[in-house]
């Protein structure tokens, strides 16, 4: 009897005859027997056409199949420990749906302009594949932090009638006569959630219409944003150790094949867990000048002062209390020294920079108020978030995780590119 398969069940059915669609993803050949390198999405197997036990139509419909044309395979399942997959098929029938002619992508190296406008093929190679198979466990493993631990999903709106992150980078749109914008942030509708549902977590798009062109920035990136009331500077910063740390351990234990195939080096994910460093604003500054950066009090850290800082660590590092005039209207100042906010920004280490942004926030209705002012926010758009601290205000804090980063850190890449499925870039919103 066959039974209908992926590739990933084939373990379930050693002995048994399956019958699986796929597409041919590679071929070779030694006269008397073809290896069909085989993929379905679910994973890539070898199949096996031994010339002298199939029919002559078989051997010959073998033959006729190019790389990514599409086929019914049908065979019996062997166990074999020098496969990667640990299984091969011996093929003894094969069904051809199409055949396709001059796959644009081929082993042969390709450049990078031209992979990205073939995105929509790129993807279906072992690398990307890996990729995004380990963007969706990421996703997986951090509702399920969440979710385990009582907080709500809470979905913000997209259009926007103001900032939340300022004013330099938003999208603009039409809302029929109103302007409008597209989020760059729901933090300050997941502030109003909380003070509803108590601990809630958003995972959304957010745009930016950034003007860098670094490995590090996409127009349209995910970000998890959680919420929590009644929570200070100190436990917001526990929640993401912990929640981290549960990701990247969730990805070492089932995502081991993928991070395989791309040649990830994990004995530098497996430090990452219990606490993480932590040195204050003041300590960087003063840490990197005795490196030779030029770099004063009061200045933001780029890339390069990010990555002097992380390489010090085989963790991510929080950076905490940075100046208030360099952060968020919304960051609350330290009660001690209200010249710096009680927030963190977490630096992956090899270089990946700032993957969380986080804060308590201001919950004094006056403090808020004159915050407004200076920042030149104008009061009526923004009065609803007043009125969160109007009645009932209480201490809260959250942060934002950016999810490509995330990815790019965990997965070992060199560019945010490709982590996300179709990548919206400075220059490219094709295809
Ligand atoms: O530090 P950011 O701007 O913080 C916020 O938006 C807060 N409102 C979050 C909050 O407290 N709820 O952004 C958070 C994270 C960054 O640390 C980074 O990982 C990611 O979002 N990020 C980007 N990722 C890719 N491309 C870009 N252009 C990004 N800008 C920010
Ligand atoms: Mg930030």
Same mark, same amino acid.
């Given at each position: ?9 084939? $373990? ?7 019958? !699986? ?5 590679? $071929?070779?050949?030694?006269? $008397? &027997?073809?290896?069909? +390198? ?11 056409v031994v010339k002298s ?14 790389? /990514? ?24 029938? !094969?069904?051809?749906?199409? !055949? ?13 302009? %031209? ?10 190679? @072992? ?16 509702? +399920? ?31 029929? =006569? #109103? ?47 959680? /919420? ?50 932590? &040195?204050?604003?003041? #300590? ?9 950066? /030029? ?10 002062? /990010? ?6 660590? =085989? ?6 209390? %940075? @100046?208030?005039? &360099?952060?968020?209207?919304y960051m609350k100042p ?10 963190? =920004? ?9 993957? &969380? ?32 601290? $109007? %009645? ?28 996300? @499925?179709? @990548? ?8």
């Amino acid at each position: 009897m066959t039974v209908k398969s992926t590739i990933q069940e084939v $373990k379930h059915h050693v002995g048994q005859t399956v019958r !699986i669609g796929c597409w041919l993803h590679n $071929k070779r050949s030694s006269g $008397k &027997i073809q290896f069909l +390198q085989l993929r379905d999405g679910s994973g890539f197997i070898q199949g096996v056409v031994v010339k002298s036990e199939v029919g002559e139509d078989i051997w010959e419909a073998a033959k006729e199949l190019t790389q /990514e044309s599409s086929l019914w395979v049908t065979g019996s399942v062997r166990e074999d420990d020098r496969s990667q997959s640990g299984y091969e098929l011996t093929i003894q029938g !094969i069904e051809i749906i199409h !055949i396709t002619q001059d796959y644009p992508i081929t082993p042969k190296e390709h450049g990078v302009d %031209y992979l990205m406008d073939h995105r929509h093929l790129w993807i279906r190679s @072992p690398r990307q594949r890996a990729v995004l198979v380990i963007r969706a466990e990421i996703i997986r493993a951090i509702q +399920q932090f969440f979710d385990d631990r009582g907080f709500h999903l809470v979905d913000p709106p997209i259009l926007t009638p103001s900032s939340c992150e300022g004013t330099t980078n938003l999208f603009a749109t039409k809302y029929f =006569d #109103e302007d409008a914008y597209l989020t760059q942030s729901g933090q300050l509708y997941m502030e109003a959630a909380a003070m509803a549902l108590g601990k809630v977590y958003s995972f959304g798009p957010t745009f930016r219409a950034e003007k860098s062109k670094t490995r590090r920035h996409l127009i349209e990136f995910w970000m998890i944003e959680p /919420e929590m009331a009644f929570v200070e500077h100190e436990e917001n910063l526990q929640v993401q150790e912990q929640m981290l740390s549960h990701v990247v351990q969730t990805i070492l234990t089932n995502c081991a094949k993928e991070l395989k195939v791309l040649e990830r080096d994990i004995t530098k994910l497996q430090n990452v867990q219990g606490d993480f460093p932590r &040195i204050t604003y003041d #300590e960087a500054i003063q840490f990197l000048q005795e490196q030779g950066h /030029e770099i004063a009090w009061g200045e933001d850290f780029g890339a390069p002062h /990010e990555t002097a800082i992380a390489e010090h660590y =085989d963790k991510p590092v929080f950076i905490t209390h %940075y @100046p208030t005039e &360099i952060k968020a209207f919304y960051m609350k100042p330290d009660p001690n020294r209200p010249e710096v906010v009680m927030c963190a =920004d977490l630096i992956a280490p090899e270089g990946y920079g700032e993957i &969380i942004g986080g804060s308590q926030r201001i919950d004094d209705p006056a403090l808020l108020e004159e915050r407004f002012k200076e920042h030149e926010l104008s009061m009526e758009a923004y009065q609803w978030y007043m009125d969160l601290r $109007k %009645y009932g205000t209480v201490p809260h804090s959250g942060f934002g995780l950016g999810l490509e980063r995330t990815v790019a850190w965990i997965c070992g890449l060199d560019h945010v590119r490709e982590t996300i @499925p179709f @990548p919206r870039l400075l220059n490219r919103l094709y295809p």
